[in-house]
């Protein structure tokens, strides 16, 4: 199959495929996509570039969407669309330049606070200035509310939504809102949050997004498990030994100490990014591929994790963290993070599950690293060597590839590590990979909650850190100091190595040029 067949279509139409509450109304109505914290970083980064390459790839036709853009800061159209254009860059544009004016063009910027009427009185008229004008009958447009804010305006911005922005009536139309991490400190603080947001909107209409259910390779780990005949009777206790699903930064956190330091590197990136991997790699076959069907599963595994063992965590901070001056100088938060889970079910009970996160170490990398057990009666004596091992990369370089024992080429029967490789640069080399954000709008737009985290699955994430993390805010667990660019403390191999992990040595995986 050539490389172009691969490339992401242009549809006739984004509507919603099939996962609206609303399937057997047609939706005629115009869409309004409003973005709440529009001059923030989030949204400059993210969520304007995302909505762009949507619009170069014909998702969004100009006839049919409008963009608005909310905040708090006093400034014009103009000053707004200023402020974004030098995000907008577009490799899937033929015309760039022309399209990003195009674009902007497109977008309007609305003044207000977050928690006074006037501002959203004032958003709902421009909106439905907008719908006036695109001759949409009242109730069948589409509202999508962005909200790139804080988590502790999403309760005021909910209720100002909610009584002054939703549609009138109901003819095919919707209002949808999407709300970004964290979800809450803990299990109490996520579900009053859960708890004032669902008073105002139901669980169809509210979309939380994790930007690591938009990674290609994430997306990936449903059709490798479930469509390959010979991952199937693999996938087991019998054959695997342990599995690690492993984030790592190179550089600290580089003037989001004061943020950071709320938070940690447990809540920031294991409770939720990692934590929504390890469903995918070990949830049973869904009954369809409807939202429902998978996010049962996932809260299944969730279900099934028994409560974290204090010899089975190692924590770390790196030296030099709390030089930043918006970090107290007795800080307790941990930078680096290894937790084994342990999912008591059939299919993976004595299984672990190795979470690994840290900032300021030697390498940047995300993977999921399946290890299997050895071969019984090796007659090549090669175990040394290593164990196969199935890997994601998930970021940079995205590539699957199994490492296996190959015989040595020449004379001699003697045995080497290698290599099955599936390096997306080198095989899809005139396709380029959507950005998670990208994806996930689109995803809102139709209406397919599949990739978004679900109440109950919010819930039971968290009650399995939520004791975890008091101990480490109390105080009760301290983080073991490593320096800058190392591989973090010591003590985490020694856990790995106790948890069942076998490093190979000698082999290291080299990405393919093109």
Excluded at 148 to 176: E, F, H, Q
Excluded at 411 to 429: I, N, W
């Amino acid at each position: 199959m050539g490389s172009s067949e691969w490339c992401l279509q242009k549809r006739d139409s984004f509507r919603s495929d099939s996962f609206s509450g609303n399937e057997n109304v047609p939706e005629t109505g115009c869409l309004s996509i409003i973005v709440l914290g529009a001059s923030g970083d989030l949204a400059k980064k993210k969520t304007f570039p995302a909505l762009f390459h949507l619009y170069c790839q014909g998702f969004l036709p100009p006839d049919e969407v409008h963009v608005f853009g909310y905040a708090r800061t006093k400034i014009s159209d103009d000053e707004l669309r200023n402020r974004i254009r030098g995000y907008l860059v577009s490799s899937r544009s033929t015309s760039p330049s022309e399209d990003v004016s195009k674009f902007l063009q497109l977008i309007k910027y609305v003044s207000g606070s977050y928690d006074a009427a006037e501002g959203f009185q004032l958003l709902d008229k421009e909106i439905a200035k907008h719908e006036i004008s695109k001759n949409s009958q009242e109730g069948s447009a589409r509202r999508l509310f962005y909200l790139a804010l804080p988590p502790s305006v999403y309760p005021s911005v909910c209720r100002m939504i909610r009584k002054y922005c939703m549609n009138k009536s109901d003819l095919g139309g919707w209002t949808r809102i999407v709300v970004e991490k964290p979800f809450g400190k803990d299990l109490d603080s996520a579900e009053q949050l859960s708890s004032q947001i669902g008073e105002l909107f139901d669980e169809p209409q509210i979309y939380r997004i994790d930007h690591y259910l938009g990674k290609e390779l994430v997306q990936n780990l449903l059709v490798l498990r479930f469509a390959n005949r010979f991952f199937l009777p693999l996938w087991n206790r019998d054959n695997i030994d342990n599995v690690q699903i492993v984030f790592r930064e190179d550089f600290g956190t580089e003037g989001r100490g004061g943020y950071f330091d709320e938070y940690g590197i447990i809540r920031d990136i294991i409770q939720n990014h990692l934590l929504q991997v390890l469903c995918l790699v070990a949830m049973e076959k869904p009954v369809s591929l409807k939202p429902e069907h998978i996010r049962d599963e996932k809260v299944k595994v969730l279900q099934s994790v028994l409560p974290i063992k204090d010899e089975e965590v190692v924590l770390g901070q790196y030296e030099g963290y709390r030089d930043d001056p918006t970090v107290p100088d007795h800080s307790n938060t941990p930078t680096f993070a290894t937790v084994v889970l342990r999912i008591h079910n059939e299919r993976w009970e004595g299984v672990p599950f190795i979470l690994k996160a840290g900032k300021a170490l030697n390498s940047r990398k995300a993977e999921i690293r399946v290890q299997f057990k050895e071969v019984p009666g090796d007659i090549f004596k090669c175990q040394k060597q290593g164990r196969n091992e199935f890997v994601i990369r998930l970021q940079p370089s995205e590539a699957i590839y199994m490492k296996l024992t190959v015989k040595k080429p020449g004379l001699e029967m003697s045995t080497v590590q290698s290599e099955l490789d599936l390096s997306y640069g080198q095989r899809y080399q005139h396709v380029t990979i959507p950005e998670a954000y990208e994806r996930l709008i689109l995803d809102t737009i139709r209406g397919d909650q599949q990739h978004f985290v679900r109440r109950d699955e919010l819930k039971a994430a968290w009650e399995i850190f939520t004791p975890l993390l008091h101990r480490i805010d109390k105080g009760e667990m301290k983080p073991i100091p490593y320096q800058p660019g190392s591989r973090g403390p010591a003590e985490a191999d020694e856990l790995l190595a106790k948890a069942g992990y076998v490093q190979t040595h000698g082999y290291i995986w080299i990405p393919p040029t093109l």
